[in-house]
């Protein structure tokens, strides 16, 4: 059993990480070509989700690379006191940039519906980029004591007894307890504050309505995997910490290595990797919008003009050929 365990271990990393990260790597690429297109960039969600899918890259490549070029190779933790030091630094570092941008996103969709104008103040894009450049600065800053409490042992990379159960009783209160409530509360805030907002309208939606309701329901989307996800994470992590010292047998020590790799790695790498098939499921605007752009990039590539009778409805058609749901 021990062993069989281990197989699956080994096999899904290679195999299924292997898939996830090019799958990831060309979605979030995707997303970045959508919402970097003119009018997506006035949308301080948008900009949001922009960032959150080029932080995702980097969590694919500082999270994934690693795990599955261990396979074959000599971890690099183990003779690199450089490596060491900065593995679990870069890669908390990027992580929570991305969920704490979730968190804000569902906030800033929270904003915009919301009948406080201090609340409303803050849905703008000039706004979004400064909150995404703090960020960037904050995190790395924050975690700047994870080299100071990881040792660079004969044994390993480590962090000593008592930095680990710390670490531990971190990770279930920030990134387990904390970021997945935030985002749960934000997001029932703004779906409620949208359905008193549109009793107001009398259900009227006109383009800016619609892309907001396509941003909610791709944001909403993304908030329920994270947190399905990773709800094993900060469990496994509190509980290796607070076991490190305990006697096991060989086949508890497999049984717990699959499911602390099955919490810590594959499904928190694998929530980075689906954004954009989150969005293309959760959205059918988006779905279209995707498959209009790529439908007028492949006539540009193969020489084909698109040729509009100039009949009645012509403008009409013009119109809706160049509006944007996201």
């Not at 000593?160 to 009783?169: P, Q, R």
């Amino acid at each position: 059993m021990s062993a069989s365990l281990n197989d699956v271990r080994i096999w899904m990393t290679r195999y299924l990480m292997s898939s996830y990260l090019t799958l990831g790597l060309l979605g979030n690429l995707i997303n970045i070509f959508m919402f970097t297109r003119k009018n997506p960039l006035r949308n301080s969600c948008s900009l949001y989700l922009l960032t959150i899918s080029i932080a995702h890259i980097f969590n694919a490549i500082v999270g994934v690379v690693p795990t599955i070029y261990n396979l074959d190779n000599v971890d690099p933790s183990l003779y690199s006191y450089i490596f060491c030091k900065l593995r679990v630094y870069t890669q908390h570092s990027v992580i929570m940039f991305s969920r704490t941008l979730l968190v804000v996103a569902c906030f800033d969709r929270f904003a915009l519906c919301s009948n406080n104008q201090r609340f409303r103040s803050l849905n703008k894009p000039k706004v979004a980029l400064r909150i995404i450049i703090g960020l960037l600065i904050a995190w790395p800053c924050i975690n700047i004591y994870i080299p100071l409490v990881t040792m660079f042992t004969v044994n390993g990379c480590l962090m000593t007894d008592l930095s680990a159960v710390i670490w531990g009783i971190y990770t279930v209160i920030v990134p387990g307890i904390l970021t997945p409530l935030s985002m749960s509360i934000f997001s029932l805030l703004a779906i409620r504050n949208r359905r008193h907002l549109q009793e107001r309208l009398n259900g009227t939606r006109n383009n800016a309505n619609k892309r907001d309701y396509t941003l909610m329901i791709m944001l909403l989307g993304e908030v329920l995997v994270y947190v399905t996800w990773t709800s094993l994470f900060p469990a496994t992590t509190l509980y290796k910490a607070v076991t490190t010292n305990v006697v096991k047998s060989v086949q508890r020590q497999q049984i717990e290595n699959f499911i602390i790799f099955l919490g810590s790695t594959f499904l928190p790498f694998l929530v980075p990797s689906s954004t954009f098939y989150i969005f293309i499921i959760a959205s059918r605007s988006y779905r279209k919008e995707c498959k209009r752009v790529f439908l007028r990039l492949s006539r540009r590539l193969t020489g084909r003009t698109n040729r509009v009778s100039a009949i009645a409805g012509t403008n009409a058609l013009v119109y809706r050929q160049n509006e944007t749901l996201i």
